[in-house]
Every structure is written in structure tokens, then in C-alpha cells.
């Protein structure tokens, strides 16, 4: 259930109404937008009489929220929210931002495709140090000594370094680090133990769509996090698995507009993982571009058929470059003013 609030109202009387709500066993989310100032009231609302409310001096209507999602809906939080992801980088509202790099962390080659993927433009740095593969003989990443290594070249080139978390175990070790954006893989989720671990620090994350999920679990899979009192997250469209089997994934572009429409969170797209080829990796990164992504996560290697994971798909840091002009002219075109 959501309050707006009358304009009029002073800080002191909304402060009132929120205790007197949180003293009847609710959780509120406050938004002060510049329009209006909003009252997310969550817990079993079907306890609380609207009329009651509404009759109240300082409220200007009462609305009923059927979706299960609270924090997480644009509801209760009508503005774009914005994560700072440290280095001055912002996400959302506005603020477009491409992360690129490998697949994994593989050692020095990591530097070198740092500063090119920098070079051309992008603003943030992936890499997985703890990678989840579908087979457990496969390269499982370089755990701690990969996280050091993404430091290094974060602190070199001022940029921000976002990199998967797996294990509920190794939130703390992330944290001690300074890691600035934990990525929650689509293998995990749905891993509630583990969205809520996060949920419990202040780094921002970049959760990930899970690999037959729907929107709306996505959305919950954000609540959970949210919920614990981070409310720094970024949903990422990753491609879902259909009957299609000529793309290691299908990428949902309706994704795009319909998460912006029902959520405040930003959205990112990754063009890599949702099409499996190189070949393809680019017309999908324009596709999400232009249907409004607030930032795409692509992965770029040094030399792609060399790579311990994901090599396939990777674009090289020449195609990365011709990408980032193309991408520059399609966010040109889609927030210019038109009479
Ligand atoms: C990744 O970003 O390297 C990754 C494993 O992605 P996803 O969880 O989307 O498969
Ligand atoms: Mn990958």
C-alpha cells in the first residue's frame, strides 16, 4: 500500500505518521521525489483501512500495491534510482554506463585489456575471479588473487570493478577488499541466502536475470536484497533459455521497457552471455542501447580464442572500440529533443 502525501505536509508531520504506522507493525519506505513524497507502507496491509488514512489531514489519496515486489516497485519509488558505483560513476536516470572486460580473470592479460576497453570508452571493469561453470572440471577462476588483480587495475585507471560473488562465505572478503559492485550470477538467482547476504552491505550490486526466470522473480530476487536494507541494485538482462538453440541464450529485449515501467532499479543489458557469439554480441548491445538500457556489461578479451572461459563470445578490444562509437550515436539519437 502506498500514501502520497500532501504537499503541504511538514517533516515533522510526516515523521508522525511514519512511527505511528511502524508502531502498528509495518516497514515504510519513505520517497521524497520532487513532485510528490510517497509512503510505501509494507507488511500485511489488508489490516490497514484506506478510509482510515485518507482521512487523515496530511494525505492526499491511498492506493493498494497488489505486486509482491514493494521496494523494488516504481510505486513506491516513482524516480529513477541512481547507484553510485564509486570513481564517480553513476548508473541510472539518465547516466549510461558500459562495464567490459574478460570473461575471467586470467593474470596480466588483465591490465592490458583494462586500459583498451578504458580506451574505448568504457567506464567500468568486469572480470570474474570466482567463476560458476556448468561443469566443475571446467576453470573455476583465480578466487583472491583475482579480486587483487581487478584492484590493481582499478586503482591504475580509476574505474570502478564489478565481479561475482558466489558463495554466501565470501561477502565479507568482497567487503573487505572495497570491491565496488558484487555481480550475482544467473546460476544464483535465486540463491536467497545469498541475496540476502548481500542485502546486509552497501556495495551495489549487479544482479543478473536467472536463466529461466521470469521478470517478476527478478524483481523478487531484488526485493530480497533490498530488503535487508541495500537498496543499491542494478537488474541485468542476460538472455533466457527458450526452445531457440542457435544462441546460447535468447535476449528478451521487452525485458528493457517493461522493468522500466515497473521498477525504479536501473537496468543493464548483457549482449555477451544472451547471444554466445561474437558475431551477434554487437546488434544486440545497439538492440538493448536503443530500447532504453541505462548500461550494457559486454565482455572483451585480448585474444578471444585464447581464452579459459567464454571465448566465444567475447568481442576483441578493435570490435569493442567500433561498438562504443556506434552505441555513443544510438544514445545521441534516443535522448535527443524532438520538436
Ligand atoms: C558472467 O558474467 O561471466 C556470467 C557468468 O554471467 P551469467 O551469470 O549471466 O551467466
Ligand atoms: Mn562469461
Same mark, same amino acid.
Given at each position: 500500500?502506498?500514501?502520497?502525501?500532501?504537499?503541504?505536509?511538514?517533516?515533522?508531520? $510526516?515523521?508522525?505518521?511514519?512511527?505511528?504506522?511502524? +508502531?502498528?507493525?509495518?516497514?515504510?519506505?519513505?520517497?521524497?521525489?520532487?513532485?510528490?513524497? /510517497? %509512503?510505501?507502507?509494507?507488511?500485511?496491509?489488508?489490516?490497514?483501512?484506506?478510509?482510515? =488514512?485518507?482521512?487523515?489531514?496530511? /494525505?492526499?489519496?491511498?492506493?493498494? %500495491?497488489?505486486?509482491?515486489?514493494?521496494?523494488?516497485?516504481?510505486?513506491?519509488?516513482?524516480?529513477? &534510482? *541512481?547507484?553510485?558505483?564509486?570513481?564517480?560513476?553513476?548508473?541510472?536516470?539518465?547516466?549510461?554506463? %558500459?562495464? #567490459?572486460?574478460?570473461?575471467?580473470?586470467?593474470?596480466?592479460?588483465?591490465?592490458?585489456?583494462?586500459?583498451?576497453?578504458?580506451?574505448?570508452? #568504457?567506464?567500468?571493469?568486469?572480470?570474474?575471479?570466482?567463476?560458476?561453470?556448468?561443469?566443475?572440471? #571446467?576453470?573455476? +577462476?583465480?578466487?583472491?588473487?583475482?579480486?587483487?588483480?581487478?584492484?590493481?587495475?582499478?586503482?591504475?585507471?580509476?574505474?570502478?570493478?564489478?565481479?561475482?560473488?558466489?558463495?554466501?562465505?565470501?561477502?565479507?572478503?568482497?567487503?573487505?577488499?572495497? *570491491?565496488?559492485?558484487?555481480?550475482?550470477?544467473?546460476?544464483?538467482?535465486?540463491?536467497?541466502?545469498?541475496?540476502?547476504?548481500?542485502?546486509?552491505?552497501? *556495495?551495489?550490486?549487479? $544482479?543478473?536475470?536467472? $536463466?529461466?526466470? &521470469? /521478470?517478476?522473480?527478478?524483481?523478487?530476487? @531484488?526485493?530480497?536484497?533490498?530488503?535487508?536494507?541495500?537498496?543499491? %541494485?542494478?537488474?541485468?538482462?542476460?538472455?533466457?533459455?527458450?526452445?531457440?538453440?542457435? &544462441?546460447?541464450?535468447?535476449?528478451?529485449?521487452?525485458?528493457?521497457?517493461?522493468?522500466?515501467?515497473? &521498477?525504479?532499479?536501473?537496468?543493464? @543489458?548483457?549482449?555477451?552471455?544472451?547471444?554466445?557469439?561474437?558475431?551477434?554480441?554487437?546488434?544486440?548491445?545497439?538492440?538493448?542501447?536503443?530500447?532504453?538500457?541505462?548500461? =550494457?556489461? /559486454?565482455?572483451?578479451?585480448?585474444?578471444?580464442?585464447? #581464452?579459459?572461459?567464454?571465448?566465444?563470445?567475447? =568481442?576483441?578490444?578493435?570490435?569493442?572500440?567500433?561498438?562504443?562509437?556506434?552505441? @555513443? =550515436?544510438?544514445?545521441?539519437?534516443?535522448?535527443?529533443?524532438? @520538436?
Amino acid at each position: 500500500m502506498i500514501a502520497i502525501i500532501k504537499s503541504s505536509c511538514t517533516p515533522e508531520q $510526516l515523521q508522525h505518521f511514519v512511527r505511528w504506522i511502524e +508502531g502498528r507493525g509495518f516497514s515504510t519506505n519513505v520517497s521524497r521525489g520532487d513532485n510528490e513524497t /510517497i %509512503v510505501g507502507i509494507i507488511g500485511d496491509t489488508t489490516q490497514i483501512d484506506p478510509f482510515l =488514512l485518507e482521512s487523515m489531514d496530511i /494525505i492526499e489519496r491511498v492506493q493498494r %500495491v497488489s505486486e509482491p515486489f514493494k521496494k523494488a516497485n516504481r510505486k513506491f519509488h516513482p524516480e529513477d &534510482t *541512481i547507484v553510485d558505483c564509486g570513481h564517480g560513476v553513476l548508473v541510472g536516470g539518465g547516466h549510461f554506463q %558500459v562495464m #567490459a572486460g574478460p570473461c575471467s580473470v586470467e593474470g596480466k592479460n588483465l591490465i592490458q585489456i583494462a586500459r583498451a576497453v578504458k580506451e574505448a570508452g #568504457a567506464t567500468m571493469l568486469r572480470g570474474g575471479a570466482f567463476k560458476p561453470r556448468t561443469s566443475p572440471y #571446467a576453470y573455476q +577462476g583465480m578466487g583472491e588473487k583475482g579480486l587483487d588483480l581487478l584492484l590493481e587495475a582499478s586503482a591504475e585507471l580509476d574505474m570502478p570493478i564489478v565481479t561475482e560473488v558466489m558463495d554466501v562465505r565470501d561477502v565479507a572478503l568482497f567487503v573487505d577488499k572495497g *570491491i565496488d559492485v558484487m555481480q550475482i550470477g544467473a546460476r544464483n538467482a535465486q540463491n536467497f541466502n545469498l541475496l540476502k547476504e548481500v542485502g546486509k552491505t552497501n *556495495i551495489p550490486v549487479l $544482479l543478473k536475470r536467472g $536463466l529461466s526466470g &521470469t /521478470i517478476d522473480e527478478l524483481l523478487m530476487a @531484488a526485493e530480497y536484497i533490498m530488503s535487508e536494507g541495500n537498496e543499491k %541494485v542494478m537488474l541485468c538482462e542476460r538472455g533466457i533459455r527458450t526452445f531457440e538453440t542457435r &544462441t546460447r541464450n535468447t535476449f528478451d529485449v521487452n525485458a528493457i521497457p517493461v522493468l522500466h515501467y515497473l &521498477t525504479h532499479l536501473p537496468v543493464i @543489458a548483457d549482449p555477451s552471455h544472451a547471444t554466445g557469439y561474437t558475431r551477434y554480441v554487437r546488434s544486440i548491445a545497439y538492440a538493448a542501447t536503443a530500447a532504453g538500457a541505462d548500461g =550494457l556489461e /559486454i565482455e572483451v578479451h585480448n585474444c578471444p580464442s585464447e #581464452a579459459w572461459s567464454d571465448g566465444a563470445q567475447a =568481442l576483441t578490444p578493435a570490435q569493442f572500440d567500433d561498438a562504443m562509437r556506434r552505441i @555513443a =550515436l544510438i544514445r545521441e539519437a534516443i535522448t535527443a529533443e524532438v @520538436a
